[in-house]
């Protein structure tokens, strides 16, 4: 079953909205390249002209008085995920079809709502009942009753045993889903409807037989395109059951949610400071039933006037740990009004990931560094803000000063970034290599004495070279190769230094030296 909600983002406006907003011309825009463009509008502002697409500019020309409110794509999408969980009461599953409609699949359900005709009849109730404007179609395929929830005239049910061609044969190509650049192809070809596209006409068998070779000509045309929204014949297959279509059924996943309804309202921060501790506890006990940890916790505080307070804060790493989560919300919380009091507290994890149960050990608190940093990191975040606090990651890269970048610590790394397994590098690097001079016994020899910073050091002992090649998928052919060298003066100190650039590899004049880490 396919569900159309033709009119989404304006029924939701409206519903926001007075009657008196709605009687006026109006119109939903989102700004684009060219100024704000028109994506949706009210019956008013269609009766003065207004249409989809236009250019806000244009639509005034032709009514002065429209009325332009931004659009919230984002807010219908969130809309439209809450229908498809909502819509699973006439099927097992279903999924989006962005960015206004609906699939749902109701195999072997239709006989709980006393047929077909039926369901179609409660599913146009359930929507006018919440003053959405809904047009759903049944089919044995997606692609089927995609095209007759937007494009059919007639009777909203494709029966297995009827013959889509015949009964879809009238309906414009666009009734496939395709991208608009094929449209216009298909338009410039003058393909307009499905009949022609499939090679069924009313005509005769001449015209029939020279359909069907228009058919292979587009076969031909497109075989190269493998996106179905970007293949006609691929959506015609898959609209006929020839060619399955995978969907994305859309799952509900409960949020972790703890709350205290009050007897009396607290207006004390002692008092609130117990409720959260309790909520923590209950938190906990509700993530070790799902195997998870927090990494995003929101508070909600609802006063007796009817304002909701929120505070939220983020964890560098999954956790449990109740009185970690105490101590970061007690830091948000000095600065809240209860005003006559708060009556309902209410505590939700918006993130959580997997977190596995960990056998308790007396020294697991001295020895586990990694939760003690973690724990560090959340409540220099806390105190300073996220952005006042950065931490290192590895990159996938074998340059030493692209080994290793800056990021947010709430900001997870991606599996991409893994640290590439190479010599020994060391714990300092500068933040830019320094030049130095040196002297060794041949051309490519081992350097013997070097001068840095104003001050000549001996070497006495050396290990190399490490030849490091550039990246040549993103530098120039010209960029010199690396000879590193692990190497120890006199007192002691150890360098990390290289030579850019051999003698005689065509790439620029004698070879240069650096100095690019110290190591500890």
Same mark, same amino acid.
């Given at each position: 079953?396919?569900?159309?909600?033709?009119?989404?983002?304006?029924?939701?406006?409206?519903?926001?909205?007075? #009657?008196?907003?709605?009687?006026?011309?109006?119109?939903?825009?989102?700004?684009?390249?060219?100024?704000?463009?028109?994506?949706?509008?009210?019956?008013?502002?269609?009766?003065?002209?207004?249409?989809?697409?236009?250019? !806000?500019?244009?639509?005034?020309?032709?009514?002065?008085?429209? &009325?332009?409110? #931004?659009?919230?794509?984002?807010?219908? !999408?969130?809309?439209?995920?809450?229908?498809?969980?909502?819509?699973?009461?006439?099927?097992?599953?279903?999924?989006?079809?962005?960015?206004?409609?609906?699939?749902?699949?109701?195999?072997?359900?239709?006989?709980?709502?006393?047929?077909?005709?039926?369901?179609?009849?409660? &599913?146009?109730?359930?929507?006018?009942?919440?003053?959405?404007?809904?047009?759903?179609?049944?089919?044995?395929?997606?692609?089927?009753?995609? =095209?007759?929830?937007?494009?059919?005239?007639?009777?909203?049910?494709?029966?297995?045993?009827?013959?889509?061609?015949?009964?879809?044969?009238?309906?414009?190509?666009?009734?496939?889903?395709?991208?608009?650049?094929?449209?216009? =192809?298909?338009?410039?070809?003058?393909?307009?409807?499905?009949?022609?596209?499939?090679?069924?006409?009313?005509?005769?068998?001449?015209?029939?037989?020279?359909?069907?070779?228009?058919?292979?000509?587009?076969?031909?045309?497109?075989?190269?395109?493998?996106?179905?929204?970007?293949?006609?014949?691929?959506?015609?297959?898959?609209? !006929?059951?020839?060619?399955?279509?995978?969907?994305?059924?859309?799952?509900?996943?409960?949020? #972790?949610? &703890?709350?205290?309804?009050?007897?009396?309202?607290?207006?004390?921060?002692?008092?609130?400071?117990?409720?959260?501790?309790?909520?923590?506890?209950?938190?906990?006990?509700?993530?070790?039933?799902?195997?998870?940890?927090?990494?995003?916790?929101?508070?909600?505080?609802?006063?007796?006037?009817?304002?909701?307070?929120?505070?939220?804060?983020?964890?560098?790493?999954?956790?449990?740990?109740?009185?970690?989560?105490?101590?970061?919300?007690?830091?948000?919380?000095?600065? &809240?009004?209860?005003?006559?009091?708060?009556?309902?507290?209410?505590?939700?994890?918006?993130?959580?990931?997997?977190?596995?149960?960990?056998?308790?050990?007396?020294?697991?608190?001295?020895?586990?560094?990694?939760?003690?940093?973690?724990?560090?990191?959340?409540?220099?975040?806390?105190?300073?803000?996220?952005?006042?606090?950065?931490?290192?990651?590895?990159?996938?890269?074998?340059?030493?000063?692209?080994?290793?970048?800056?990021?947010?610590?709430?900001?997870?790394?991606?599996?991409?970034?893994?640290?590439?397994?190479?010599?020994?590098?060391?714990?300092?690097?500068?933040?830019?290599?320094?030049?130095?001079?040196?002297?060794?016994?041949? #051309?490519?020899?081992?350097?013997?004495?070097?001068?840095?910073?104003?001050?000549?050091?001996?070497?006495?002992?050396?290990?190399?070279?490490?030849?490091?090649?550039?990246?040549?998928?993103?530098?120039?052919?010209?960029?010199?190769?690396?000879?590193?060298?692990?190497?120890?003066?006199?007192?002691?100190?150890?360098?990390?230094?290289?030579?850019?650039?051999?003698?005689?590899?065509?790439?620029?004049?004698?070879?240069?030296?650096?100095?690019?880490?110290?190591?500890?």
């Amino acid at each position: 079953m396919s569900i159309w909600l033709a009119r989404l983002s304006v029924d939701r406006w409206r519903r926001a909205s007075t #009657p008196e907003a709605d009687s006026a011309p109006t119109a939903l825009i989102l700004e684009t390249a060219h100024g704000p463009r028109i994506t949706a509008t009210n019956a008013a502002g269609l009766a003065a002209g207004a249409r989809a697409g236009m250019l !806000l500019a244009d639509a005034r020309a032709l009514c002065p008085d429209l &009325v332009a409110i #931004p659009a919230d794509p984002a807010g219908d !999408l969130a809309a439209l995920e809450k229908l498809a969980l909502w819509a699973q009461r006439w099927g097992p599953w279903s999924a989006l079809d962005p960015p206004d409609g609906l699939l749902v699949d109701v195999t072997g359900a239709a006989h709980l709502f006393g047929g077909e005709a039926r369901l179609l009849k409660d &599913v146009a109730a359930a929507f006018t009942q919440r003053s959405l404007t809904a047009r759903a179609a049944l089919a044995p395929t997606a692609g089927a009753a995609w =095209a007759l929830s937007h494009y059919g005239r007639g009777a909203a049910i494709l029966a297995p045993e009827d013959d889509p061609l015949r009964l879809l044969a009238d309906l414009p190509v666009a009734a496939l889903r395709l991208d608009d650049d094929v449209l216009t =192809a298909l338009r410039r070809l003058g393909i307009k409807r499905l009949g022609e596209l499939a090679g069924v006409s009313g005509a005769g068998e001449d015209d029939i037989a020279r359909e069907a070779a228009a058919r292979d000509a587009l076969r031909r045309r497109f075989r190269n395109r493998h996106s179905p929204a970007a293949n006609p014949l691929l959506r015609l297959d898959q609209l !006929l059951g020839r060619v399955p279509e995978p969907l994305l059924p859309v799952i509900a996943r409960p949020v #972790p949610l &703890v709350q205290r309804r009050l007897m009396e309202p607290l207006r004390h921060r002692d008092l609130l400071d117990r409720v959260v501790a309790d909520l923590a506890a209950d938190m906990v006990r509700a993530l070790e039933a799902r195997g998870e940890g927090a990494r995003r916790l929101e508070l909600a505080l609802w006063r007796v006037d009817g304002e909701v307070l929120t505070r939220r804060i983020e964890l560098a790493a999954a956790s449990r740990e109740a009185a970690h989560i105490t101590r970061l919300f007690a830091q948000r919380l000095d600065d &809240v009004d209860a005003g006559f009091g708060i009556e309902m507290v209410q505590l939700r994890a918006s993130w959580s990931e997997p977190l596995h149960l960990d056998q308790a050990d007396l020294d697991a608190a001295a020895e586990d560094h990694g939760t003690a940093l973690a724990a560090c990191i959340d409540r220099l975040s806390v105190r300073l803000g996220p952005r006042a606090v950065t931490r290192p990651v590895p990159r996938a890269s074998h340059i030493p000063e692209r080994a290793q970048g800056w990021q947010p610590p709430l900001a997870a790394v991606p599996p991409a970034q893994a640290a590439l397994a190479f010599h020994t590098r060391p714990l300092k690097l500068l933040d830019r290599p320094e030049p130095i001079a040196v002297l060794h016994a041949a #051309p490519d020899g081992v350097p013997q004495r070097f001068r840095w910073r104003g001050e000549v050091r001996e070497v006495t002992r050396a290990q190399g070279p490490e030849r490091i090649a550039p990246e040549w998928w993103r530098e120039r052919s010209s960029t010199r190769l690396r000879d590193y060298y692990r190497i120890e003066d006199a007192a002691g100190r150890r360098y990390w230094i290289y030579r850019q650039g051999l003698i005689g590899d065509g790439r620029g004049g004698v070879p240069e030296w650096f100095l690019q880490g110290l190591y500890a």
